[in-house]
């Protein structure tokens, strides 16, 4: 069954495209690999899917409903993580994640997120001495609060080092495991490889 179902949509940014007749559909419980340059509009296409990009046309549904008619309530079942991480450097890990956890209906605690993604011996400092790949692993706890039936990521493993993408690519297939569906956007095959059930391509 489709929880995600995309037909004919279109997305321009004044005379420059972002997305044009882009259609495909996401099976529940699976990872869904997506696929293409830099620059193909992965990011574009994400961004509508999580109802930040508003002024497209074409048809989309989520969860078999219609995605404009989704209110704030859509945020409780879905969770996302961009390229570049939104966390806040003046804060803790533990503090970012108690943070975001108040805008949720149910979520899981704070501190199980953080071991989830190997960052609980680094729960209480400040996020501003963070790596890169730190941040990268706090950005993807914030996604994963809410317990989200659709996980939205972009570029999970960028900025990983191998240890820490094992531990995350791990993570990624025990949610699947568990039912969860998870839509991932990367330019590398050998990732799409490692941990997708099907793939979809996006060209400039």
Known sequence: MPVIEVRNVKKYYGD???????????????IYGFLGPNGAGKTTTVKILVKILKDYSGDIKVF?????QWGKDYYNKIGVSFEFPAVYSR??????????????????EPMNVLKMVGLDKE?????AAFSKGMKKKLDLARALLPDPEILFLDEPLEGLDPASA?????LLLEMRENGKTIFLTTHNMYVADELCDRVGFIVD
């Open 16 to 30: 420059v495209r972002g997305v044009e007749n882009l259609s495909f559909q996401v099976e529940e419980g699976e």
């Open 64 to 68: 078999g409903k219609n995605l404009r």
């Open 91 to 108: 804060l803790t890990a533990l503090e970012n994640l108690q943070f975001f956890a108040s805008f949720y209906k149910k979520h899981f």
């Open 123 to 127: 729960a209480n400092q400040l996020v």
């Open 166 to 170: 094992r531990k995350i690519k791990d």
